[in-house]
């Protein structure tokens, strides 16, 4: 089993930043390929990030990339989304996911286990 803990979220005005994390107890952290989801409301739940155990492969939606970041510090088991320019689109609950295998996925189903979720607002 593997526990996820998201933090990091709050309100923030157009063009500002945020920074979530992701604390990951349990099992072994640095074997477990990380994701970034979040969920609108009335919207479905949609990938954001994603980033292989090692960290050297970082997957982004088309909606993020060039604004956020994905990492990962194995040795503090946490994970990382840094936001820059975030948009009131962005407004979400963000979820940190782990997958049982190694290689950055972008597919919900893919991953095995899921944090609580973290409310992140911008405000326009």
């Known amino acids: 089993q593997v526990q996820l803990v998201e933090s990091g979220g709050g309100l923030v005005q157009a063009g500002g930043s945020l920074r979530l994390s992701c604390a990951a107890s349990?099992?072994?952290?640095?074997?477990?390929?990380m994701g970034w989801f979040r969920q609108a409301p009335g919207k479905e739940r949609e990938f954001v990030a994603a980033?292989?155990?090692?960290?050297?492969?970082?997957v982004y939606a088309d909606s993020v990339k060039g604004r956020f970041t994905i990492s990962r510090d194995n040795a503090k088991n946490t994970m990382y989304l840094q936001m820059n320019s975030l948009k009131p689109e962005d407004t979400a609950i963000y979820y940190c996911a782990a997958r049982t295998a190694s290689l950055a996925r972008v597919g919900e189903s893919e991953y095995d286990y899921w944090g609580q979720g973290t409310q992140v607002t911008v405000s326009s």
């Open positions: 349990g099992r072994t952290f640095s074997r477990n390929a």
């Open positions: 980033i292989s155990w090692s960290g050297d492969t970082t």
